[in-house]
């Protein structure tokens, strides 16, 4: 007998910090490349600061496990440069995205029951 | 700033093409983007420092990932295409492996350096004149320490000679040299030491340095050896040192002695014999130099006698190499002329691919997909299918190398043949390499010259299926030009192997036994009674069940020493032309060999010692002579007894079928008894096992008496055939696949363009062309490429022929039958391979195909 196959989204589990962050920041709505650079750095106050060849390596790697897409529309022609590239979450992203926060969730839980809850510093 | 983006960009051009296609723009305009704000140089450095870093780490994953892609797919698109990638892949592993295996004995041979120090600057000294062989120390070494051009010269030879070590008695290899050999060579010994000076002095005491293998094989790798005594062939050695295990140098000997300048010290079983002088060259000294030298010295000793050879100064390395060195290259050649014929079946393969996938090439490139990505895809396709092959080929080279070794012996141990050495799978590797990558870049190639939008509006397959098929010509013009040249050379070699196995040997080989023995050292030589011994045991293989007849023979036809110097003879006072060779024999050798005795009698046991020594000559002896031969009175040039010639034998080739017929003639081995003997023993039924029974009976009758070369006479011709054989099979073999291969690309290639012209094909069909019409039109067009080829081949051919001839010195230049055989072969089948594959035409439907468009 054959194991029963994982789902699709957990196969992709953990997800890798970058990525996570990188669906997050594109739930709020549709973002370029560099964009979601910013807004990570931002988000993190400067702690994940992803390098260019990272970064695109893991657009890359989203885009072929089809949890994001590129956008055809574009924001306001005027405020954009339209050789730039937009990036949405697909409807899988989301799905992979809320999977890893519960997955995440049940891990601090988890360490919650043994270690107490730590007063942030 | 300018400068800083366009290092980034070249930097970026190391990404793989997709992830480059897709990326390269965005991440060059982040640079920017960054870059621009830097206030400072140290904030720029430590910019830098991190975007290389980056890099460093992105690129590889990128390219790994893309990698696995494109294999994946590339195991896709073989398994979709089972039978012609399966044949594509077993051809290249046979071709790879075949390359690789050849260039195996090459690396041993000819690139692996030699066990000595500075192997380079050692030389053979070819023609150098003998010093005299008894006292010629002093003179040697005076020649020696006044030389120019020589560092350091020493000389030796080599005989067989009885080992006893006290324990029981072999037959082996000693090397008699001057006290330097050692030295010059530049090897140490493994522990005691080497020669000192003087030590080959006449009349000095005898010491000697054995092998690593015996002092194994005999003394267990006892260090206690040193100082231990042995006989060689009777007379007593001391052993001082023994050779590290590389070092067999000359001719695999297992000991060497010093007694060069006292060659009467040791007996010696042959009758004639030469020694080789080698050197270290000097360090100032060239090549070029040297034998300059070392001529005009020669000149000015020999003055204006002729040599049978140009006297020159020889590295080592090749000497050793000999006749493998040309062989080898030879071999080279004909394997990579099938590494070529099966690259360009692989080159078919993906050729067909690319037209088939044309439409879909053409709609992803007018989407977008560089030319770069499919590049990209085509060559890993290729690597992959020669790197999988090359793998299954070390196996191929395995076989090779070992078949190699039977048939060309290593001249020293160091230079075993193999496979796993670095340079070998190196060179396995790079060949595996180089041909994927020229069959992925060639296809590929092509696709730069495809007008996607063009193409788009509307498919016309024959506009631009051109620059496909005269690429496709092209090769197959190659692919029959090798081919032709193959199948002519091995028709050659076929023939004359045909021929050298069904020739009269004067002698039969089936059901025979033949063995050595060297009396030399033992105890019936003590006693003096080796007449008695030789005797004793014929009369007790004679006593074997099964054995039909038995008799004896100083120098066995097949083996190393079959002849010897030729001595000169007056018949009646008649000089022979050109001498004949001496042989000694038993009565009933001639029996025993089945030699048909021509005229007169065989010896017979009354021809005791004491009575008129008689002597028997075979044909070639009576042709030189002219008229008859026996009755008449014989003499040796110089010697003052006279013999009679009471017999007349069949000749018999020494060399084997190949070898050139010799004057000979045999004297009664009780009346001038040798010291050794090979029994020949002509036995009922299956001849092998008897081999071991005839050794047993010497065994029996003196067990410190060597046995050696026990073999059968069919062994013994097997032998002398081997390398006729090997080569023959090889050349052969590659012949039937570069036929096989050629036949094969033929066929896919014309069945390939019907597919193409299906719509052409159907034009014609509908306004009245039969389909026999268009098959011969076909029939025509395909030929063209391949009649243009072999033309080209049956050139080749002729040139081939001449280089032939260094892989078995019987081969017979190219003639036009071969030439014309193998065209009428590939001709036929590669009509045969199109007309079948026109057969398509006659099913055709022209009113369904026009419709289809």
């Known amino acids: 007998m054959s194991k029963p196959k994982p789902s699709p989204v957990d196969a992709l589990l953990p997800l890798p910090l970058p990525i996570f962050h990188m669906l997050l920041a594109l739930t709020e709505g549709e973002r370029h490349g560099y964009a979601l650079k910013r807004e990570i750095l931002q988000r993190t106050g400067g702690k994940l600061n992803l390098a260019s060849g990272a970064l695109y390596g893991s657009i890359n790697r989203m885009l072929e496990q089809a949890l994001i897409e590129e956008s055809e529309e574009r924001p ?38 043994s270690l107490g809850f730590p007063e942030p510093a | 700033m300018a400068n800083a983006r366009k290092l980034y960009g070249l930097l970026l051009k190391l990404f793989p093409a997709r992830f480059r296609e897709e990326y390269a723009t965005p991440l060059e305009r982040q640079f920017c983007d960054d870059y621009r704000d830097l206030p400072n140089r140290g904030a720029r450095a430590l910019f830098w420092l991190t975007a290389l870093a980056d890099l460093a780490v992105s690129i590889p994953k990128e390219f790994t990932r893309e990698l696995r ?89 080599v005989f067989p000679m009885n080992l006893n070590t006290g324990r029981e008695g072999v037959r082996v290899r000693v090397a008699e040299t001057s006290a330097n050999f050692f030295e010059t060579l530049g090897t140490e010994v493994e522990f005691g030491r080497p020669f000192a000076p003087g030590e080959d002095t006449p009349g000095s005491d005898s010491v000697a340095v054995i092998s690593y293998g015996l002092w194994q094989q005999v003394y267990g790798g006892d260090p206690r050896v040193l100082g231990s005594t042995i006989r060689l062939s009777g007379v007593q050695a001391t052993i001082v040192g023994v050779a590290p295990p590389s070092m067999d140098y000359p001719e695999r000997t297992a000991v060497w002695t010093p007694t060069i300048f006292d060659i009467q010290r040791l007996p010696i079983s042959v009758p004639a014999w030469h020694d080789t002088t080698i050197g270290r060259l000097k360090s100032g000294v060239s090549w070029t130099r040297g034998n300059q030298m070392y001529q005009a010295e020669m000149h000015q000793r020999i003055g204006d006698r002729r040599l049978p050879g140009t006297p020159a100064l020889v590295p080592l390395q090749e000497q050793l190499a000999g006749h493998v060195r040309e062989a080898s290259l030879v071999l080279m050649g004909i394997v990579v002329s099938v590494l070529l014929i099966a690259c360009a079946n692989v080159a078919h393969l993906l050729l067909s691919r690319i037209t088939e996938r044309r439409q879909e090439l053409e709609v992803r490139s007018a989407l977008g997909a560089s030319r770069g990505r499919l590049i990209q895809q085509l060559i890993t396709e290729s690597t992959l299918l020669t790197l999988g092959a090359s793998i299954a080929g070390l196996a191929v080279a395995h076989l090779v ?8 012996p290593v001249p020293m141990a160091s230079q075993q043949y193999t496979v796993l050495d670095g340079a070998v799978l190196a060179f396995a590797l790079s060949v595996a390499t180089l041909t994927g990558l020229l069959f992925g870049v060639l296809p590929a190639g092509l696709l730069a010259r495809m007008q996607p939008a063009a193409d788009l509006v509307r498919v016309q397959p024959n506009t631009h299926g051109v620059g496909v098929r005269r690429v496709r010509g092209t ?136 009575t008129e020594p008689v002597v028997i000559v075979n044909q070639e002896f009576a042709r030189q002579l002219g008229g008859d031969v026996v009755g008449r009175g014989i003499r040796m040039t110089g010697s003052k007894t006279n013999m009679r010639i009471v017999g007349l034998v069949r000749t018999a080739r020494l060399f084997g079928p190949a070898g050139p017929a010799v004057p000979q003639i045999f004297l009664l081995a009780s009346q001038s008894v040798p010291d050794f003997l090979t029994y020949v023993i002509r036995v009922r039924g299956n001849a092998v096992p008897y081999v071991s029974i005839c050794r047993d009976v010497v065994r029996q009758l003196d067990a410190e008496v060597p046995v050696y070369d026990a073999n059968t006479l069919e062994g013994l ?73 072999t033309l080209a081949g049956v050139a080749g051919a002729v040139l081939l022929g001449r280089w032939l001839e260094h892989l078995t010195v019987n081969t017979a230049p190219l003639d036009p039958t071969a030439c014309g055989i193998a065209l009428f072969t590939l001709a036929t089948t590669a009509a045969g391979a199109v007309w079948k594959a026109s057969r398509r035409v006659v099913r055709m439907d022209p009113m369904s195909i026009l419709r289809a468009e």
């Not at chain 2, 190398?401 to 060309?408: K, N, W």
């Not at chain 2, 060999?593 to 046991?605: H, K, L, S, W």
């Not at chain 2, 054989?725 to 036949?743: C, D, E, K, N, Q």
């Open chain 2, 717 to 789: 011709k097997g032998n002398t055939l081997a390398r006729a054989r090997f080569y023959t099979t090889v050349v052969s073999f590659l012949g039937g696949l570069a036929l096989l291969l050629a036949v094969l690309g033929i066929y896919g290639v014309a069945s390939f363009s019907i597919v193409q012209r299906t719509h052409e094909i159907g034009v014609c069909l509908a306004v009245g062309a039969t389909p026999r019409r268009l098959r011969a039109m076909l029939l025509r067009q395909s030929l063209i490429p391949v009649a243009a080829g």
């Open chain 1, 76 to 113: 306001d022609p005027h405020l954009d440069d339209e050789r730039r590239r937009y990036y949405r979450i697909t409807p899988l992203g989301l799905r992979v995205a809320q999977a890893e926060a519960a997955r995440l969730r049940e891990l601090v839980q988890l360490a919650e029951d």
């Open chain 2, 475 to 610: 090769l197959i013009a190659i692919q029959a030009a090798l081919t032709v040249i193959l199948l002519a050379g091995a028709l050659a070699m076929g023939r004359n192997f045909l021929v050298l196995t069904g020739t009269d040997m004067g002698f039969r080989t089936d059901h025979a036994v033949a063995m050595t023995v060297s009396l030399s050292g033992t105890r019936p030589e003590a006693q003096k009674s080796q007449r008695q011994f030789y005797e004793e045991v014929l009369d007790r293989l004679r006593a074997v069940p099964g054995v039909e007849s038995a008799g004896a023979v100083a120098y066995l036809p097949l083996t190393e020493l079959a002849v010897t110097g030729t001595l000169g003879f007056r018949v009646d006072g008649d000089p022979i032309e050109h001498g004949a060779s001496l042989n000694y024999a038993t009565p009933d050798y001639f029996r025993a060999m089945e030699t048909p005795i021509v005229a007169g009698r065989d010896f017979t046991p009354s021809d005791a010692a004491g």
């Open chain 2, 401 to 408: 190398a070992r078949l190699a070794s039977v048939v060309e």
């Open chain 2, 69 to 157: 892609q494109d294999i994946a797919y590339s195991l896709r698109v073989y398994r979709h295409r089972r039978t012609s990638t399966a044949l594509a892949f077993v051809a290249l592993a046979l071709a790879i492996g075949a390359t690789t295996g050849v260039f195996s004995v090459m690396n041993a041979v000819l690139l692996r350096s030699l066990p000595f120090r500075e192997p380079q600057r050692l030389v053979e000294l070819s023609w150098f004149p003998q010093p005299p062989f008894q006292g010629g120390d002093v003179q040697f070494r005076a020649w020696r320490g006044a030389n120019p051009y020589l560092d350091d010269a020493s000389v030796y030879v």
